[in-house]
């Protein structure tokens, strides 16, 4: 049953028609309704990426540095980015595709429709033909016949009434004769007509009309087959929960699951550390009591005939308020212990304290007039006798001794004239904005910038006007061959480069994820220049645009002209690249031989030269503050050379991740070999360990720098068991170093308690360190202070704990330790002293 047998009528024939007219409908509906869904998905993405740039940017705060949360938020704000991008994605393919396709579909429908019905008329028109010819031929036939009968009967007439003969009979007869044969003629006609006519209809209505209703089918479903298709297309791009869909969701996934609770504060804390809150001093004022000739003593109670009877009733009264508040305490205890408490809710700790505190305050008045009129016992106090009981009021009662937090109130006082002092310091410049920025006051201005090697033969320009493939976002890429170019140096090592009016170089930074290429020129201070970027992707300042940045520079430094008009910036000498600052590529990482702070140390390979050298990475992702600290160590070892300080041989900023290169040390740490080795150390080789970090330190302390985190695990081991003091990340080259931007992850037990307790730290509190570093030397790697929590250890050392000789330690090692752990700074041995004692004693063994 098909099209061909089933739909040969009229009937049908108008049903097919209108089944298009309804089908092509349908297609316009799709069409209009999937530009529509192409439309507001593609809104939807982009108001979801809107969107999540702006979530970024609430998080970029500096406050929020090293939070999980923050962290965890930008994933997923990355990912809902990314599900944007996918939805648009989709929503483009829709379009070219689905949408297009069923615009195609709906053309050829229309146009199939329109063929199918002019074949259908022609069809018509050809039977209506056929019938017409027949009707036609017909109609003659009867009126031949009518001639023939009105012939025939006129010709009987005349017979009869003129017998057989007469001109009229002939004239009549003739007539009839001739209807006679015409009519005949078109009798036949019209039979070969009728046989004709039948062959002709039974040829369209049997073989014609049921071919063009075949070709009809055929020609509807395969456009439904393609209309299935396009629709299986639909379905394709309406999909969200595709592969690439459920990653992007794993992922945010996982960053929520990243947010620790516990670790969430861990940076924050470690970044705004202050000391414990210091006790408020409440001191008796001494000159009250000057003009009492002795009667009235500071902190004493006066028990006299002028205050007895006083006392003995405020003793009364206090004991009475004392039970009322005691009482109160304990109903109100009480009353809270069953009602549940939310965590924000303060009050009734609050209320709690505050009848805490009365209740000792009673307690303390009345125990102090107690102990007083105890001390009087029963005598009867002699009229006019003044009686001064030695009794305190401001120190606090024994028992509680031990829980106190230590005093630090005089201290406080000391530190802050001693900060004083450094400030007003005649020897030392006064710190400026910027070397107070990060809360670090710089005690001695840094050593004359050593100048660097000005070329002016040297043209600036290598890559000329053959530079034009830096292109937009890749304007660095020939940059890297310019000398100038100095990568993603610091500022601040930008700032100590460029010493002369004039002197300039470019360099990169990255602001708000974006690279940006940045001119700094030193002229009335530091000028720093982004380099702007036109649509066409070509580069310039203020003037002129060119289509590489070397040309621009070029430009600038040849024409003399300022490079903007407010600046007045003038270009005259290029800054070329030190000899530290090697190319990211020129080194090649091998193996990781260790785990610093910042991110991997690794065995490596020069390109030039095939040298092996160690070399200490720093994470990509880390803040661009903590960079500048990692390279810190850099800036500091390249001014160093003695053979037991770790060697600097250059740093890579020309890209990410930024390295300091060094010398390898092949033994690695010394607390790792101390450890291994535990059972074979000697005593002389401990002796000459300790020899070999005391010329370090002495070659250190000669130039002014203070290691602050010298320990036996930031040491390292060479041949012959060399000892050479490394990591210097926390190094600082000053006379003395006053930290106030919180104590971040200082060695608690390896740092001495000046520095501890005021932040100020000098050569003599790498004394203290190297005591500990001995202390583990004769320990084989033991762990200082072992047992004891860090603060712990603090307090016991404040307390005048020390620790005591490993076994073994020859008694003037044990002597020289406890001289370096002494707490006033000023009694502890200078290297050069702790060098000769080591030496001497090496040398006598
Ligand atoms: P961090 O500053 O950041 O603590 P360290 O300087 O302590 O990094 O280095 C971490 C570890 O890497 C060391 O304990 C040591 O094992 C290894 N290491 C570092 N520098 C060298 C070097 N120059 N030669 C050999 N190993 C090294
Ligand atoms: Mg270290």
Known sequence: MGFSTSLQGQASHEALLGRQDAEIKLLETMRRCLTNKVKSDREYASTISSLTAQGKKVERSEELVGSLIAQSWRDIMDSIDQTAKLIKQQADSMESTVVEHISNLHLERRKARKLYQEEQTWLNNQFQQLTDDVSRKKTEYQKNLEVYKLMRSRFEEHYIKSGRGGRKLDEVREKYQKACRKLHLTHNEYVLLLGAVTECENDLRTCYLPSLLQRQQAIHQEFIVTWKGILQEMVKYSDFTTEKFLEIHTRMQKAVDSIKPIEEYKDFIGKHRTRQASPIRFVFDENLVDDTSGKLLPNKLTVDNLTIDWLRSRLTELESSLKTTQQNRQASQESNSDSKMSILDYSREREELRLRCQEKKLQRQADVIRGALNELGCEELPSGCDLSMEVSFTEPPVINKRNTVPDNGLFTLRRNQRLMTLLRSPFKSLPSINDT?????????????????????????????????????????????????????????????????????????????????????????????????????????????????????????????????????????????????????????????????????????????????????????????????????????????????????????????????????????????????????????????????????????????????????????????????SDFGMSREEEEYIVSDGMKQIPIKWTAPEALNFGKYTSLCDVWSYGVLMWEIFSKGGNPYSGMSNSQAREKIDAGYRMPSPEGTPDEIYRLMLRCWEYEPEKRPHFDQIYTVVDTLSQAL
Request: charged share 25%; proline share 5%.
């Open 437 to 725: 920025k990060n809360g670090v006051i710089r005690a001695r201005s840094e050593g004359p910038a050593s100048k660097p090697v000005n070329a002016p033969s040297v043209v600036p320009l290598r890559g000329g006007s053959n530079t034009s493939n830096n292109q937009k976002g890749n304007g660095n890429a020939g940059l890297m061959e310019e000398e100038w170019f100095h990568g993603v140096l610091p500022r601040e090592e930008v700032v100590r480069l460029l010493v002369n009016e004039g002197d300039y170089l470019v360099r990169e930074t990255t602001r708000n994820d974006e690279c940006q290429i940045v001119l700094s020129v030193c002229w009335d201070g530091h000028k720093h220049f982004i380099v702007q970027t036109t649509p066409e992707g070509h580069y310039r300042f203020e003037g002129p645009t060119f289509p590489s940045i070397q040309e621009l520079i070029m430009h600038q430094w040849q024409s003399g002209l300022p490079v903007t008009s407010r600046s007045g910036a003038i270009l005259k000498s290029p800054i070329l690249r030190e000899r530290w600052e090697l190319n990211n590529d020129d080194v090649i990482l091998l193996d990781k031989i260790g785990r610093g702070n910042f991110g991997d140390v690794y065995k490596a390979q020069l390109k030039t030269g095939k040298t092996e050298v160690a070399v200490k990475t720093c994470k990509v992702t880390l803040p661009d503050e903590q960079k500048k600290k990692f390279l810190q160590e850099g800036r500091i070892l390249k001014q160093y050379d003695h053979p037991n300080i770790v060697k600097l041989i250059g740093i890579c900023v020309q890209k990410q991740p930024i390295m300091i290169v060094m010398e390898i040390v092949p033994g690695g740490s010394l607390l790792t070999y101390l450890r291994k080795n535990a059972g074979t150390i000697t005593q002389r080789e401990q002796l000459r360990m300790c020899k070999d970090a005391a010329a370090g330190m002495r070659y250190l302390e000669s130039k002014y720098c203070i290691h602050r985190d010298l320990a036996a695990r930031n040491c390292l081991v060479g041949y012959e068991s060399i000892v050479k003091i």
